[in-house]
């Protein structure tokens, strides 16, 4: 059977189209049995195509001789995808034949030219790529929309701008009065996010049917599509080192402001400190400019809760859980006071969980302490083992743990001055990183013969207690513990034996 493959990532008048592309191929086959693959809206820059997948899993079942296109760059424009692809058509005897390019592939000329045809399409697309994003920048330029998501406070209306239709941001007067409300109240120098997100919760106000969150109030804090702009915004920006599209002049107090990453890359993410480009926008702001200019100083100065820190105060650090809501329990201590509780971090977030109560993390310690003795004491008293000899395999995932604390405290220490996008990166990063430490630990525990090896130690352990490293103390509980989970007045451990 001969495969005719077309592809078509925009419907432009400019373009071939997917149907003239099957005519001009079916001429090749020669009135063949011919099976037709298509893939519409999808880029030659990579090979996740549906029917380009389908079509090499026949040829790998045997079911596809030849390989019609109507031209090289409808199947690939990468040169490493098209040099993968070309072995898999020599390993499966299959010809590639473009109508509108001859070439011989049995011979090394014709192969050369193919190759040299195939650097040519990713110039191609490549030279596509920089010009979209050219375009993009110089639109921002302009103050034109360009997509994403609208903020809270604003909703869209049409706009012609220089000439062009466009769109632009028009306050939504419910929402608005709440944005100025968080603003109005963050100004004050002892308000924090949770005391507004309290706030909101109490006045039954949602954003957009959803609770407030954290990571979603310091989106709207940090945001200038909200300020009325004025030259203390200009001077602002300046001083950060930010590019501004538009000179001081056009700084009156009235429009809101784009916020844009630089030419390089495309999208308005809030981006870094020091990166990105400042566009005055056709919108009102809602924002003074000087309330707006104190939330955002403020900001800059506030420390980000950071839920990933290396355990440090307490050795029960990632097994404690909101027995309500199922989130984790943080060890904070009150200002001024050695005193420890443990707060659900669902509600410091949300506020959509009411917590377990006042919990004691000195107390709780204490109450876990005695159960972990109890236990112990109810374990098989082991003999000690001989050390058992030490494998390469375990010597390599001890490395590799090694190498993951090394790479999770590396990104820790990203943490504070990590933006939305990169704190939302190195959260799951980490995440994975835990996954994967967890995995090594059970399959080093389970190469060790017999029972815990850890086990006749523990006995010994809990007698010298107080004396033992904070290290320690977590070692001893992750080997028994799975979890414990605090509601009001009950605790359940989970326990791993």
Not at 19 to 37: D, P
Not at 149 to 165: D, E, H, K, N, S
């Amino acid at each position: 059977m001969e495969a005719i493959y077309a592809r078509q990532s925009v419907d432009r008048a400019d373009s071939i189209s997917i149907e003239s592309q099957i005519e001009l191929c079916q001429y090749e086959a020669r009135g063949e049995a011919v099976k037709t693959y298509i893939d519409r809206g999808y880029s030659g820059k990579n090979t996740e195509r549906p029917a380009f997948r389908e079509m090499m899993a026949d040829m790998e079942r045997g079911l596809i001789r030849k390989v019609i296109v109507y031209k090289l760059d409808r199947i690939s424009r990468s040169i490493l995808d098209f040099s993968a692809m070309m072995d898999i058509f020599g390993k499966y005897g299959v010809e590639f034949v473009s109508t509108t390019e001859k070439f011989d592939t049995s011979s090394p000329m014709g192969r050369a030219m193919l190759n040299i045809c195939i650097v040519f399409a990713q110039l191609e697309r490549e030279t596509i790529q920089k010009r979209v994003a050219d375009a993009y920048f110089a639109r921002c330029q302009k103050g034109l929309y360009m997509g994403g998501r609208v903020p809270f406070g604003y909703r869209l209306a049409p706009t012609v701008i220089g000439g062009i239709r466009s769109s632009m941001y028009e306050a939504v007067p419910e929402e608005a009065e709440v944005v100025r409300l968080i603003y109005e109240h963050y100004a004050q120098p002892q308000c924090s996010y949770g005391d507004i997100i309290r706030e909101l919760h109490a006045q039954g106000i949602c954003k957009r049917g959803k609770p407030w969150e954290r990571s979603r109030m310091s989106d709207i804090l940090r945001n200038p599509i909200y300020v009325r702009a004025d030259l203390s915004v200009y001077r602002f920006y300046q001083e950060l080192g930010i590019t501004i599209a538009n000179g001081p002049a056009d700084f009156i107090g009235t429009n809101g402001c784009y916020f844009y990453h630089t030419k390089d890359g495309i999208g308005r993410n809030q981006p870094g400190p020091t990166e990105g480009c400042l566009v005055l926008a056709p919108h009102t702001g809602i924002v003074p400019a000087d309330i707006w200019l104190q939330c955002r100083r403020k900001c800059q100065n506030a420390q980000r809760v950071q839920p990933w820190q290396k355990a440090k105060n307490t050795w029960l650090a990632g097994k404690v859980k909101c027995g309500l809501c199922g989130y984790a329990l943080v060890s904070k201590h009150a200002p001024g006071s050695s005193r420890g509780y443990l707060l659900c971090s669902h509600r410091m977030d949300t506020k959509a969980c009411p917590g377990p109560g006042t919990v004691r993390t000195e107390e709780l310690e204490g109450l876990v302490y005695h159960e972990l003795a109890e236990k112990s004491a109810l374990l098989p008293q082991l003999h000690p083992r001989p050390a058992p000899a030490v494998s390469p395999e375990n010597v390599e995932l001890r490395l590799e743990l090694a190498q993951i604390d090394h790479e999770i405290d590396a990104l820790m220490a990203r943490l504070g001055e990590a933006d939305s996008a990169l704190f939302h990166y190195i959260n799951q990063r980490v995440s994975n990183l835990d996954g994967r430490k967890q995995a090594i630990r059970q399959k080093l525990a389970q190469g060790r013969p017999g029972d815990e090896p850890a086990r006749p130690m523990l006995n010994s352990w809990f007698s010298l207690w107080d004396a033992l490293s904070f290290e320690h103390k977590r070692h001893t509980a992750d080997l028994l513990i799975r979890a414990i989970r605090v509601d009001a007045g009950r605790i359940r451990i989970e326990w791993r034996v």
